[in-house]
């Protein structure tokens, strides 16, 4: 009994066969949520780099545009190349200086001058393709017409001419007008019977110096190398009477000294004067009329004996505004306005 007590005591436990392990489970990741930051981070080193891109294009541009308004000299200023180096340009009626730098197409009416190589095609001015340009025309016997009449005629005829405004100014000493629009500038002229017009198609709005001293070199080769005197206020004594009329015709309260243009200094067309040794008047001006004749006398100083007065008459007078020519039997007998 013992013994089998024994027996079964010795005969081990039953275990639980071991559990088999179990495997990791993967951890599970969100693809879309990766998908849209990565596409956010590709736009943003993308503009990242575009604005780095245009950054550095930039300032290679800025520095460039500084070099170039450092190196490059304006048309104002030609280099090595002053007013007493340009060319001169002679022509029938007047003369012109230019710099080097421009060179004349057209030798005849108009007369053109470029200062780039290829020239317009056709010819004929145009503002939006001639840049460069200095264009001066001669229009031929204008006499009726005064020079302010003469532009205005163009504003309204056919050419209609576009500008934004008009000013007053001078050319060689003689009034002249000035058209101003934002491509260029022309200038007219009267000298005598003919208008002369220079129209710069340069941008000379940016370089108007330049313009001044192309200006300032033309001159009409028929305007007397006599010394002109501007009118300035106060009037100088010389032009005193002006070639007034009644006579004595004097421009000079001296007596001696003439102006060639008639009331030079009360005309505010006419803004100089020249001295001269001659009466003031025209030849024609100074030849007696048939009321003086009949009335045996006229205003004039000893210097104002006008032709085709009698060989018997006399001058009478002490070089004041009384002095007069008369035929022996008459006197001077009407004192002057």
């Known amino acids: 009994m013992e013994e089998n007590n024994a027996s079964v005591a010795a005969v081990p436990p039953i275990s639980k066969p071991a559990q088999p392990a179990q495997p ?103 503002p939006l393709t ?8 001669v229009y031929k016997n204008r006499s009726s017409l005064s020079l302010q009449e003469y532009v205005d005629s163009q504003k309204t005829g056919p050419l209609e001419l576009k500008y934004d405004s008009e000013e007053s100014t001078k050319i060689d000493g003689i009034k002249a007008i000035k058209l101003i629009s934002n491509l260029g500038f022309a200038y007219y002229v009267k000298n005598g019977d003919d208008i002369y017009s220079l129209i710069f198609g340069l941008d000379f709005n940016n370089y108007s110096s330049l313009a001044d001293q192309i200006l300032s070199t033309f001159k009409f080769i028929n305007s007397t190398e006599k010394e002109r005197v501007d009118c300035k206020d106060p009037r100088p004594e010389v032009c005193t009477f002006e070639c007034t009329y009644p006579p004595p ?59 085709g007065t009698p060989s018997d008459w006399v001058f009478s007078g002490s070089g004041s505004r009384s002095d007069c020519w008369h035929e022996p039997s008459s006197l001077c007998t009407l004192m002057p306005d």
């Open 24 to 126: 990791a489970q993967p951890i599970k990741t969100n693809n879309f949520l990766v998908f849209i930051l990565s596409a956010f981070l590709l736009i943003v080193l993308s503009i990242a780099g575009f604005f780095a891109f245009q950054t550095q294009k930039l300032a290679k541009q800025l520095a460039s545009l500084q070099i170039q308004l450092t190196l490059t000299p304006t048309a104002s200023q030609p280099p090595n190349d002053d007013l007493v180096n340009w060319k001169t340009y002679t022509y029938d009626t007047f003369l012109i200086k230019l710099s080097s730098q421009w060179h004349t197409t057209q030798l005849k009416n108009p007369i053109q001058f470029l200062n780039y190589t290829s020239s317009t095609i056709g010819g004929d001015f145009d």
């Open 249 to 307: 015709h004097l421009c000079g309260s001296d007596s001696k000294s003439y102006c060639t243009v008639c009331q030079a200094c009360s005309n505010p067309e006419v803004a100089w004067y020249e001295m001269s040794d001659n009466p003031c008047e025209s030849e024609d001006s100074l030849s007696i009329t048939k009321q003086e004749l009949q009335q045996g006398w006229y205003w004039g100083s000893s210097l104002q004996k006008k032709s």
């Open 130 to 137: 001639d840049k460069g340009k200095l264009k001066i025309e």
